[in-house]
């Protein structure tokens, strides 16, 4: 498989296997020229110096519903054209998050499926998320870890965790069903990033390092994916990034800021 566009894009036919085999890649490229990612970084060093106290660095959720500027990363063609040749040209934007893990007591994220909080809301769970490294992500920091091959089962059974203070969710995979021996640390440096399908079984240790631990997950799917009773749920938007609708979505407009409750 050949690039889409002119820019350098070091994906072919043996890396969409391998994600298709493993339900994960790590593309260990930069995506942005060197200003643009600085661009990104600089906006993402100002939201977190504005939380408000009482919110966690790692719970910063759909930020471009606020901040239409995060368009600019998100429907880049640097993106997209790396999306696509995983899911194809017809592609939605899901949602993004920004999960940043600060030094010395940052959170762990249980062992989870990202489907499995999403349910009944999507008429299939093919959906890709694309985690982009604000800085470097390294097995000292708490980079993203998966279970290889865990895509292809279907929703795995939950319970609570402990220490619920110390987590980001209240809940985690049953360790049973947690296979240590397909564990695999995706390490990246800042600027690159990993793949993951939404079904794939997935989370990361707390930092306990000196060093921050910043992600942006920005998540595409095929429009051919349903998004059920969308007009009446008001609180949440997606976005047509690319290509044509094949699903009887609605898509929100990426240059006004979304308000939930208002359409």
């Known amino acids: 498989m050949t690039s889409i566009s002119a820019h350098p894009l070091h994906v072919d036919e043996t890396d969409v296997q391998f994600y298709n085999e493993n339900g ?3 593309y260990q490229h930069a995506i942005f020229p060197t200003a643009k990612f600085q661009r990104l970084k600089d906006f993402f060093e100002d939201l977190v110096v504005n939380l ?13 519903f ?3 500027e ?7 063609d640097e993106v997209l054209d790396l999306v696509e040749h995983f899911i194809g040209p017809d592609i939605a934007l899901w949602s993004s998050h920004f999960i940043c893990k600060p030094p010395s ?29 604000i800085d470097d992500s390294l097995v000292e920091n708490g980079c993203m870890r ?6 292809n089962h279907g929703f795995s059974d939950y319970e609570p965790v402990d220490d619920p203070e110390k987590q980001v969710f209240s809940r985690e995979i049953v360790s049973q069903q947690v296979d240590q021996s397909k564990v695999v640390d995706l390490e990246i440096m800042q600027g ?13 240790n707390a930092n306990t390092s000196a060093r921050r631990r910043c992600g942006y997950t ?14 009446e749920r008001s609180t949440h938007a997606i976005y047509l990034a690319r290509g044509k609708d094949l699903g009887g979505n609605e898509y929100s407009d990426p240059t006004t800021q979304f308000v939930a409750g208002i359409r």
């Open 66 to 68: 606020a901040h239409p």
């Open 24 to 26: 994960y890649f790590i």
């Open 218 to 231: 920005m998540r595409y799917m095929p429009t051919s994916v349903k998004v059920k009773n969308m007009s």
């Open 52 to 64: 408000p106290q009482d919110k966690r660095p790692e719970a910063m959720d759909v930020p471009h």
């Open 105 to 133: 007591d940052g959170q762990r994220v249980p062992w989870h499926e990202d489907s499995a909080y999403w349910g009944e809301r999507l008429s299939k769970h093919e959906v890709v998320t694309v985690w982009l490294a």
């Open 192 to 204: 690159q990033c990993h793949l993951h399908h939404s079904k794939m079984v997935h989370g990361s």
């Open 70 to 76: 995060l368009f600019e990363w998100l429907l880049a």
């Open 146 to 151: 998966v279970v290889s091959g865990t895509h």
